[in-house]
Every structure is written in C-alpha cells, then in structure tokens.
C-alpha cells in the first residue's frame, strides 16, 4: 500500500494510507481543488450595519466551505474542509462591557445630580448613558461558533440571524449534513487521525490559525484517539 508522508516538519511520523481505489486519499478527501475546479452550491451572506461587518460563506464540491469577513476595509478569507468542522456550532453572546459600564455609571451620576437639583448637568449625563447603550448595541452580537471536530479550535462564526431564521436554520443545516457525509468517508483510526492533523497544518500554513492553536489542536485529536 502505498502512502503520504504529512510530517517533515512532525516529531511524530503519521502517514496517510492511501486509500483502496484509483484515487488518494490527499487528492479526493483532503486536498483544496483549485478555483478552476471549484462547483459552487450554496452561498451566503450577513451584513451587520452597526458592527460594520460584512459575512460570506461559500459551500463548494460538497465538503469544502470558503468564508469571508469584512471589516471595513479588512478582509480576511479561509478555506475549510465540513469534514473536519464539529457537528454543532456553540451560540456565543458578545456584549461590549466597557460601553455598558460607562451607561450605567452615568445613569448613576445623573439620578445623583437630579437628586441635589442640578437638572441640567443630569440631562447631560443622561445624554453620556444614552449615548453608551448605543454604542453597547453597537458593539454586541449574538452569534455561532465553529469549531474543528476534535481540535476544537474556532473556525469562524455566524450572525444568529432572528429575522430570517428559517433561511438561517437551512444553512447551518447544510453545513452540518455535508460535514457529517463527507467524516463519514474518511477511513478509521490512524488514517482518521493523521487527516485531522494535516488539516490543521494546511490551516496553520495558510495562517488561519496560529502555531499555539495547532499544538493544542494536535494534543487534543491525539488524546481523542488514545482514549
């Protein structure tokens, strides 16, 4: 049987087997196909004005996702193999706390002023408390987190949308039928394991996550298929 060396670079020497048909493993299951060969199937996309962030996601030749950010002029794009994202995203409420806490601690100063009659300075410092609820809507979210199926590392995430839930559910759905079909097709035990670990290389390669997250990444498949 022949087979793929993942790790020049590895302490530990894992190799993909190759799998029993007239294609690899590396080129069917794991290799990103190039632009020429992408299929698109599913695309998505979430604007959130008062964050001024823009979202897409872009669900290709069944297993593979790209999803993009925009942060006023920042961009940043990844690529993600479903078969290796965990089966259920975890919902994540941001709240920005410094504006709340300045809303709050004017809130206070402005019942202490009108308190002593200074109604003036009270509407300005209920004008400051105002002012910091917006920027705490502003600056929180509710969203959904992906994460890699057992190296637990954030993939990206998504606006829990409420105004077009249905729509919303589909997706996420899709998501998860297509990563679940395409694990499903990957071979067991060490041929499993050594593909968990060459995606988070190839996602640390590409700068999706860091070097920290990958070593942490990589103890924690191992311990999943030492258990």
């Given at each position: 049987?022949?087979?793929?060396?993942l790790?020049?670079?590895?302490?530990e020497?894992?190799?993909?087997?190759?799998?029993?048909?007239r294609?690899?493993?590396?080129?069917?299951?794991?290799?990103?196909?190039?632009?020429?060969?992408?299929r698109h199937?599913?695309?998505?996309?979430?604007?959130?004005r008062?964050?001024?962030?823009?979202?897409?996601?872009?669900?290709?030749?069944?297993?593979?996702?790209e999803?993009?950010?925009?942060?006023?002029r920042?961009e940043?794009t990844r690529?993600?193999?479903?078969?290796?994202?965990?089966?259920?995203?975890?919902?994540?409420?941001?709240?920005?706390?410094r504006s709340?806490?300045?809303?709050?601690?004017?809130?206070?100063?402005?019942?202490l002023?009108?308190?002593?009659?200074?109604?003036v300075?009270?509407?300005?410092?209920l004008g400051m408390?105002?002012?910091?609820?917006?920027f705490?809507?502003?600056g929180?979210?509710r969203r959904?987190?992906?994460?890699?199926?057992?190296?637990r590392v954030?993939?990206?995430?998504?606006f829990?949308?409420r105004g077009?839930?249905?729509?919303?559910?589909?997706?996420?759905?899709?998501l998860?039928l297509?990563?679940e079909?395409?694990?499903?097709?990957?071979?067991d035990?060490?041929?499993?394991?050594?593909?968990?670990?060459?995606?988070?290389?190839?996602?640390?390669?590409?700068?999706?996550?860091?070097?920290a997250?990958?070593?942490r990444?990589?103890?924690?498949?191992?311990?999943?298929y030492?258990?």
């Open positions: 049987m022949s087979a793929l060396s790790a020049a670079t590895e302490s020497q894992i190799e993909l087997a190759a799998v029993q048909n294609h690899s493993l590396y080129s069917d299951l794991l290799q990103v196909p190039d632009l020429a060969s992408r199937e599913l695309v998505f996309e979430q604007k959130n008062l964050l001024g962030r823009y979202r897409r996601i872009v669900l290709f030749n069944g297993r593979y996702l999803w993009t950010e925009q942060r006023g920042r940043v690529i993600i193999n479903l078969a290796f994202l965990a089966g259920s995203p975890s919902a994540y409420r941001e709240i920005a706390w709340l806490s300045v809303a709050l601690l004017a809130l206070i100063v402005a019942g002023l009108l308190a002593v009659g200074q109604a300075a009270a509407l300005a410092a408390s105002l002012l910091g609820v917006g705490c809507l502003r929180s979210s959904l987190l992906f994460y890699t199926r057992n190296g954030v993939m990206f995430d998504l829990d949308q077009d839930r249905k729509r919303f559910a589909k997706v996420v759905g899709a998860q297509r990563g079909r395409a694990w499903a097709l990957l071979p035990s060490k041929e499993r394991l050594a593909a968990e670990v060459a995606e988070h290389r190839r996602l640390m390669q590409e700068g999706a996550i860091s070097q997250q990958y070593e990444a990589k103890q924690r498949i191992f311990r999943c030492s258990d």
